[in-house]
């Protein structure tokens, strides 16, 4: 049986995109499904990362595509998924989208997985070698231990900035109205940390990146599988949320493991958009000593900023860049706020009839896709783009490095300055601002979405 798992690539992120390849390390959800087929099964598998590899869905060689599926390359994967199946190929599809909308994608394959594939993989790779394919798959693991190893050995590790990914957590216990998380897994698993700490162990060089993407909300874990790090004498970089800092014998377990890097989502410096966004837990006053506590433990700060929440005005980008300099963010980003389906924050748009478009492609934090509240679209996209702009001026950069205490360390200082540069290229690029088109109904519904591609030519696909 021959397999060939696909990440499509997206606007934002894809080759022809403004996002840059310097900033990309290697994804682990299709290592991870190479591991997972059973070994019982005479299979030969192949990884195409579309960001970084060249696909063809007319003449692919395959029995069986896996396509894992985001929102922004949806469209994208449906496109690929109706080629695939008309050549008589199977198509199933999976990841975040397809657990978010599992009705519409249920339309454009021959099999979904629903949520976490780590059980509902095999099973469906089971049924197929005997002619028994569902069309839905979701049994869900009871924990996360015990899984092989992800296959990195199937990626191209040139295209990478980094091959050494692992991953300890799933889920997250917060509930922000506009993250996918809370939405497409409700549930929580933590691996064995000494287990994670082995599989970093086993990689090589001295650094690795955990990308959990909330493992902190555990502080009592978090605490473990910084010290089951320690011992292995790496440097690592994570993501977390800023209450850590009320911890300080964690932040001294966090520097003691190698931590020298934390994204964290500080999402705004607005009261009112913070409670709109459910995070009113994190307290904008607070964050400037927030910050300089992780600098001081030798954490640079990734810190994520989303505009176009109601409570915004054409004052937040100002506001925030103040801040950014203010608090010497280490690497801003930032991004327009985007109701993916069936968050909170899509539903309650949707019922107030704010949504201007629902074709998926632009539902990538880049394109304002709904109407927001005292502020245009327009002023919303140009005031993002002026913000990632002035943030990544070369001077820009110079002063945010000079006055964060973490860049003090070399190993945090070369990095912070190879992905400012790396940043400051994507801020250069940043494309012009183009109005959605207002199309209030989903494109994705057969048949109408069948009729809008219809005929699909390769160059349309190779977007
Ligand atoms: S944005 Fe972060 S903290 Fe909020 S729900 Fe998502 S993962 Fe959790």
């Not at 798992?5 to 022809?16: A, D, E, V």
């Not at 191209?156 to 091959?163: F, L, S, V």
């Not at 502080?219 to 010290?227: I, K, N, P, V």
Request: hydrophobic fraction near 35%; proline fraction near 6%.
């Amino acid at each position: 049986m021959k397999i060939v798992l696909l990440t499509p690539q997206s606007n934002r992120y894809g080759k022809n995109g403004a996002f840059d390849q310097r900033l990309r390390y290697a994804p682990l959800t299709m290592s991870t499904l190479a591991a997972l087929i059973p070994q019982k099964l005479d299979v030969s598998v192949k990884c195409i990362d579309e960001w970084a590899d060249d696909f063809d869905p007319y003449t692919i060689d395959a029995d069986l595509v896996g396509i894992t599926v985001i929102t922004g390359n949806a469209p994208k994967a449906y496109r690929y998924s109706r080629i695939l199946r008309d050549r008589g190929i199977t198509v199933v599809l999976g990841g975040v989208h397809i657990t978010l909308c599992p009705d519409e994608a249920e339309q454009h394959a021959d099999a979904i997985v629903f949520g976490y594939a780590e059980e509902a993989w095999p099973d469906l790779l089971r049924d197929f070698a005997t002619g028994l394919l569902k069309k839905r798959y979701d049994r869900q693991p009871t924990t996360l231990d015990g899984y092989p190893r992800p296959r990195r050995d199937l990626l191209k590790k040139e295209k990478y900035t980094t091959m050494n990914v692992v991953q300890a957590t799933r889920g997250c216990v917060y509930r922000c109205t506009f993250c996918v998380v809370p939405s497409a897994w409700p549930k929580q698993y933590q691996r064995d940390p000494d287990d994670v700490a082995r599989e970093a162990s086993e990689l090589s060089g001295k650094t690795f990146i955990l990308i959990d993407l909330s493992p902190s909300s555990d502080q009592e874990y978090f605490g473990r599988l910084a010290d089951a790090f320690a011992p292995l004498q790496k440097y690592w970089g994570g993501l977390a949320t800023l209450d850590i800092t009320d911890n300080q014998k964690l932040m001294k377990r966090l520097e003691r493991s190698g931590c020298r890097g934390l994204l964290v989502g500080i999402e705004s410096q607005n009261p009112k958009t913070l409670k709109a966004m459910g995070k009113s837990w994190q307290k904008p006053d607070d964050n400037l000593w927030r910050i300089r506590m992780l600098h001081d433990h030798g954490i640079a700060v990734n810190g994520c900023f989303v505009f176009g929440i109601d409570g915004d005005t054409e004052r937040v980008f100002d506001e925030t860049l103040e801040f950014v300099f203010k608090a010497s963010i280490d690497l801003p980003r930032f991004a327009i706020a985007t109701p993916f389906p069936n968050t909170p924050l899509y539903r309650m748009l949707d019922q107030e009839k704010r949504i201007i478009n629902k074709n998926w492609e632009w539902y990538d934090g880049q394109h304002v896709v709904f109407r927001p509240k005292g502020i245009t679209p327009e002023c919303l996209y140009e005031g993002t783009k002026r913000t990632w702009k002035e943030a990544y001026k070369l001077t820009s950069i110079a002063r945010r490095i000079a006055t964060s205490a973490a860049s003090l360390n070399p190993l945090v200082f070369v990095t912070s300055v190879g992905v400012n540069l790396g940043y400051n290229v994507y801020a250069r690029k940043y494309p012009a601002y183009m109005p959605i088109p207002c199309e209030e109904r989903s494109w994705f519904s057969a048949p109408e979405y069948a009729v809008a591609h219809q005929p699909l030519v390769l160059g349309e696909v190779n977007e």
